[in-house]
């Protein structure tokens, strides 16, 4: 434990997770809430450096003052106690006098358990620095003493408040609010056992009896699981829905791949340009407004008879392949919608009296207008001479984003697309 790494690994870790919620910019000073979870992973991060024994030493030394560092910790944890007591009262809810009123005795209480350890700090005789074993080696002290026991029952007043808040709302809740508490529930027990452990060797010495093992080796490891455990239990339901919203972009971003080649090029290269360091929300906003200008331009060229034909021939090809075809292309599609999105989608509306089942005709409908946007996409690019459409088609796949991921899907896998996009090719080829 003299190394640090214990002490030095959760600091780290909890000023990584505070890096991920700091650049929201204004958001932060407008929601008090993403404020206080934000400070808390910061005193957490700094409680942690500062309890190491290397940084200990360092800070007695550049302070010239035995164990100075042992009311500094002190009044980081029990700092980080109010702010998680103050937290919890503003997460929970409530009418706003009542919240305001308790975070304000909190703070009250908790400020002068601060006074108090530094008041008995500077009362206290203690001459030999201790890095490891500060609390057993002056558990005897006058003062010193004193100051300890402050700290801890101060500690232990907040995590059995804690304790009580969450068990008694956890049942009340969902999603991501649940396994924030959850996860303060299976900290807070690691504090528990970390209390237990330091008010043991405590007693021990009290009685004359030489336990500090306990304080020196089993108390860090589990403050140290407390600490990251509860910091994460605070800023899953702050950083949760935003990582579930990337992820979910990120998956459909992918998927839409094929749709965004087809139309990025019809627009100005350097507008709504996707940069590599932009978030996956950022990256499928600019990715649908790529697709919906290059479907503007195509909008003039869709051709309705491309789409009976292909509709025709996507039957055609259903039938051919029997039941079991149709099953896997239908296995196929729910795989693509079910992985990204909640529910099976709508489909394009398929034309009425072809007597085919409603799914077979759905995902023939949807072949189709996959084929009308590929030919249009041509026609856009080699605009010759043969005008426009007599029969303008509509593109009902547009209307949700399942059914643009699966438009998207069809231009990069139907043969029936493709001969579409070769047919227009040769055509608009021709009349230059």
């Known amino acids: 434990m003299d190394s640090g790494v214990v002490f030095y690994v959760p600091g780290v870790l909890l000023l990584l997770v505070a890096g991920l919620k700091l650049p929201t910019g204004t958001g932060v000073r407008r929601d008090s809430l993403i404020a206080s979870s934000s400070a808390i992973l910061l005193v957490g991060s700094s409680v942690c450096i500062l309890s190491a024994p290397p940084t ?3 800070v007695n030394d550049a302070t010239g003052v035995a164990n100075f560092s042992a009311p500094l910790v002190y009044t980081g944890m029990t700092a980080l106690s109010a702010s998680y007591l103050t937290l919890m009262i503003g997460w929970k809810g409530g009418p706003p006098d009542t919240r305001r009123h308790a975070a304000r005795l909190v703070l009250a209480v908790y400020g002068l358990v601060i006074a108090g350890i530094w008041v008995l700090f ?3 005789d203690v001459p030999v620095e201790r890095a490891q074993d500060l609390d057993t080696y002056y558990a005897n002290t006058p003062c010193m003493r004193e100051m300890i026991v402050l700290y801890m029952v101060a500690h232990t007043a907040a995590t059995v408040a804690l304790g009580v ?3 008694s709302w956890i ?9 924030g508490l959850v996860l303060l529930v299976v900290g807070l027990t690691f504090d528990a056992s970390y209390q237990v452990a330091k008010y043991t060797a405590m007693a021990a010495r009290w009685e004359g009896v030489n336990w500090d ?14 600490g990251i455990t509860c910091a994460c239990g605070f800023a899953v339901p702050r950083v949760g829905p935003p990582v579930v919203d990337n ?3 990120w998956r459909r971003y992918r998927l839409m ?3 965004w080649a087809e139309m990025q090029t019809l627009r100005a290269p350097a507008e709504g340009a996707i940069r590599w360091w932009d978030p996956p929300v950022v990256r499928l906003a600019r990715q649908e407004m790529a697709i919906w200008d290059g479907v503007l331009a195509c909008s003039p060229y869709l051709d309705d008879e491309v789409r009976t034909t292909a509709y025709a021939e996507a039957l055609a090809s259903l039938a051919a392949d029997g039941p079991s075809g149709v099953r896997t292309l239908l296995r196929a599609t729910a795989g693509a919608v079910t992985q990204s999105f909640r529910g099976a989608p709508r489909m394009p509306t398929a034309p009425a009296g072809d007597g085919a089942p409603q799914h077979v005709a759905h995902q023939a409908a949807l072949v189709a207008e996959a084929a009308m946007l590929a030919a249009a996409r041509v026609q856009v690019s080699h605009p010759g001479d043969a005008g426009l459409p007599v029969r303008v088609g509509t593109l009902q796949s547009l209307s949700k984003p399942q059914l643009m991921v699966l438009l998207s899907r069809e231009l990069s896998s ?3 697309v493709t001969e579409a996009r070769r047919q227009a090719t040769a055509q608009a080829t021709r009349q230059e």
């Open 56 to 58: 200990i030493r360092l």
């Open 414 to 416: 139907s043969p029936i």
């Open 171 to 179: 049942r009340e809740v969902h999603g991501v609010t649940r396994v």
């Open 165 to 167: 808040m969450s068990v």
């Open 213 to 226: 093992f306990l304080s020196t080796d089993v108390s860090p490891p589990l403050v140290m699981l407390a």
């Open 247 to 249: 992820l979910r972009a």
């Open 257 to 259: 791949k094929p749709l």
């Open 122 to 124: 500077a009362s206290a």
